[in-house]
């Protein structure tokens, strides 16, 4: 029922910084919970951060926390990720996905962007 679009990625150097948005259209957004996940290639789709539709709970994978931000913004619709110090490992496609609750569980999240690829490179 909601739709959703990522934006944002790019090519950075190690230790630089990046913000991804997830803009979402179609429904009532407050109710979602929002995850972003990554894929890098040769690797298991990972969990990197969620949070609820109050933006009260904030999950972080373990691989991140710390350096990643996750915030919504409800009037608008739009989630973001800040990236800070960012390390080549962080190299990606970063999905985000809406789903009933914040969870590292990526089964319950049933609706999925298209993607936005984030490059870490010098």
């Known amino acids: 029922q909601v739709q959703l679009l990522e934006s944002g990625g790019g090519l950075v150097q190690p230790g630089g910084s990046l913000t991804l948005s997830c803009a979402a259209s179609?429904?009532?957004?407050?109710?979602?919970?929002i995850g972003w996940f990554r894929r890098a290639p040769g690797k298991e789709r990972e969990f990197v951060a969620a949070?609820?539709?109050?933006?009260?709970?904030?999950l972080y994978g373990e691989l991140v926390e710390g350096r990643f931000t996750i915030a919504r913004d409800n009037a608008t619709n739009t989630v973001y990720l800040q990236m800070n110090n960012l390390k080549p490992e962080d190299t990606a496609a970063y999905y985000c996905?809406?789903?009933?609750?914040?969870?590292?569980?990526?089964?319950?999240?049933?609706?999925w962007g298209q993607g936005t690829q984030v490059t870490v490179s010098s």
């Open positions: 179609g429904r009532a957004f407050s109710v979602d919970a």
């Open positions: 949070i609820d539709g109050d933006g009260i709970l904030t």
């Open positions: 996905a809406a789903g009933p609750k914040a969870s590292y569980r990526q089964h319950l999240y049933q609706n």
